[in-house]
């Protein structure tokens, strides 16, 4: 089962590079994202709220976040590409595992997610950013955008195969978008005002990646309670998604 | 090879295959011709292990199409009505990552790829893009694709559908080949009375679901009456004097009889001694599209060529 993956994982990793419109677009957006924020929202991280942090630092995990949800969008996008070229159909005559057919392009989505998380990062520290923890910060940052990123593209890839229509997996994005805004995206739970945007913080998952995101990068020490918490969820939320596609693997060859 | 038994699938309420029986010989071409919504389809997915039956069996190579769906898959070669192709990778990039789907080793799976591309002609093309390949370009490779295991039972779900006539009978050509050089069995569809009457050893008409009529094409011939003889003369006195001979009528300067009682040599030899000489004189089989006239009591209509 693992060279299959390994099969899957490097084709759609081959597909993604060839169609590079498929991921420039919302590197460039995560990009776009940190520069506007950064400049614009910059001095408000003098409130003693932010506990002196850069709001580089604070705003970095919104930029990750947002480009690891879009681009996990891309793969299940890519699934219903092939569902609807036939080539799905041709991948299920093969003796290959269900689960190894939707593992490969998780996978491929997640070293995408990698290689975008490097770059948004090497705009960030063009920008001036350090990160008072160390090489740390760094790495327990790019475990949180992978894990969540994971599951996300293991959500789409679910959509994908339950639906077998692009669009419709494509406004599985838009779930995220509600998700990424409705926490403490901008400032901290502190100085959220309204009560329902605190309550919907409060359950919102991603809130909690971008908590153990903050974790490593805003404090002078590491925040192990965040950190853990952040990494629990990541991790719920990828075994959750990677099951909820293989359960909807399986079903797509039975139904039709 | 194939043996089916009483297969049946429903859809929600709409029933697609309505109980079908028949199996194929190793070796054979066997064709299952129909209109448009025969359920043709629905019955070679059920085959080949992509859509559960309802109920009934049926074995492939031995291999339950159920219980031992794996088996199935491993021994069977499948080409869907719709090619299954990635148009971002090129030919053989797609042929290369097939054998390694079936386990082959890197090499052996190259190998086998730079075979195939001889065989489909491919061979120029097999470094560009799939994306942009001429639809009967994609058809050959969608064919070596489903032939990189060995095979020994190919799945043909309307090999044509949509090419030109020239693809047509280089698709034709290809299976022919398939069947005499490795002796693969082969289960087509097809909704061309033409096409199954040039490839298949055995055809079954399938209509709403269920089998009216099987049989070889000459078999199902002789369902609407042998050969029948037409000529044609100069005069209509003539055309009487010959059809009163055969004990038949003539219409105008038209004669035409059923080679039933008489062989192609008497009439000949009779037109001879009664110097008697047709403008023309032809020998017509009877058709499939009378056999499904007959069979089925509506006439054929899917039997024309669409060209893309």
Do not use: C
Not at chain 1, 59 to 72: F, K, Q, R, W, Y
Not at chain 1, 128 to 154: E, K, N, W
């Amino acid at each position: 089962m693992w060279t299959e993956t390994w099969l899957f994982t490097k084709r759609s990793l081959l597909t993604t590079i060839r169609n590079p419109f498929s991921f420039i677009p919302n590197l460039i957006i995560s990009v776009f994202f940190l520069l506007v924020y950064t400049s614009g929202l910059s001095s408000v991280a003098s409130l003693p709220q932010f506990e002196g942090s850069d709001y580089l630092n604070f705003i970095l995990p919104v930029s990750i976040v947002s480009g690891a949800v879009g681009g996990a969008g891309g793969t299940g996008q890519a699934l219903v590409r092939d569902i609807e070229s036939g080539y799905f159909a041709r991948l299920l005559l093969t003796p290959s595992t269900r689960t190894a057919i939707v593992l490969g392009p998780m996978i491929a989505g997640m070293l995408q997610l990698l290689v975008q998380t490097l770059l948004i990062f090497a705009v960030a520290f063009l920008l001036g950013l350090t990160i008072p923890v160390g090489v740390a910060g760094f790495f327990f940052t790019l475990l949180l955008a992978i894990g969540f990123g994971l599951g996300f593209a293991g959500y789409s890839v679910g959509v994908a195969l339950k639906t077998r229509n692009a669009q419709a997996a494509q406004a599985g994005t838009l779930l995220f978008f509600p998700l990424i805004f409705l926490s403490t995206t901008f400032v901290p739970k502190e100085l959220i005002e309204a009560e329902w945007l605190k309550v919907a913080a409060t359950y919102n998952p991603t809130t909690y990646i971008f908590e153990g995101m903050r974790a490593v990068l805003t404090q002078p020490e590491i925040d192990w309670g965040a950190l853990s918490a952040g990494l629990a969820v990541a991790g719920t939320i990828s075994v959750v998604m990677i099951v909820f596609a293989a359960t909807n693997a399986r079903g797509a060859l039975t139904q039709k | 090879m194939i043996e089916v038994e009483g297969l049946v699938k429903t859809f929600k309420d709409v029933s697609a295959v309505g109980g079908v029986s028949f199996s194929v010989k190793e070796g054979e071409i066997f064709a299952f011709l129909g209109p448009n919504g025969a359920g043709k389809s629905t019955t070679v997915q059920m085959l080949t292990t992509l859509v559960r039956p309802t109920s009934g069996m049926a074995r492939v190579n031995g291999y339950d199409v159920v219980k031992r769906e794996k088996e199935v898959r491993l021994s069977i070669g499948v080409a869907l009505q719709e090619t299954g192709i990635d148009k971002v990778l090129t030919g053989r990039e797609l042929l290369v990552l097939q054998g390694r789907l079936f386990k082959m080793s890197r090499e052996e799976a190259e190998h086998r790829a730079n075979e195939l591309l001889k065989v489909v002609s491919l061979t120029d093309a097999a470094d560009r893009r799939s994306g942009t390949y001429s639809g009967g370009m994609r058809r050959r490779l969608d064919l070596a694709l489903t032939l990189v295991h060995r095979p020994t039972v190919l799945f043909l779900d309307e090999p044509t559908t949509g090419l030109d006539p020239a693809s047509r009978v280089e698709i034709w050509n290809e299976v022919r080949r398939l069947n005499r050089e490795f002796g693969t069995t082969i289960f087509l569809t097809t909704q061309y009375l033409e096409e199954a009457d040039e490839l298949a050893d055995r055809i079954a008409i399938i209509h709403h679901g269920k089998i009216v009529s099987e049989g070889t094409p000459e078999e199902l011939k002789q369902l609407v009456g042998g050969e029948t003889v037409a000529m044609d003369f100069s005069n209509e006195s003539e055309a009487a004097t010959v059809a009163s001979h055969f004990g038949t009528t003539a219409n105008g300067t038209h004669v035409a009889f059923e080679l039933r009682n008489v062989t192609l040599t008497e009439i000949v030899r009779a037109l001879d001694e009664q110097k008697l000489q047709p403008e023309r004189l032809t020998v017509k089989q009877p058709s499939l599209d009378d056999v499904f006239l007959k069979v089925t009591g509506e006439s054929y209509e899917g039997g024309e060529i669409h060209v893309d």
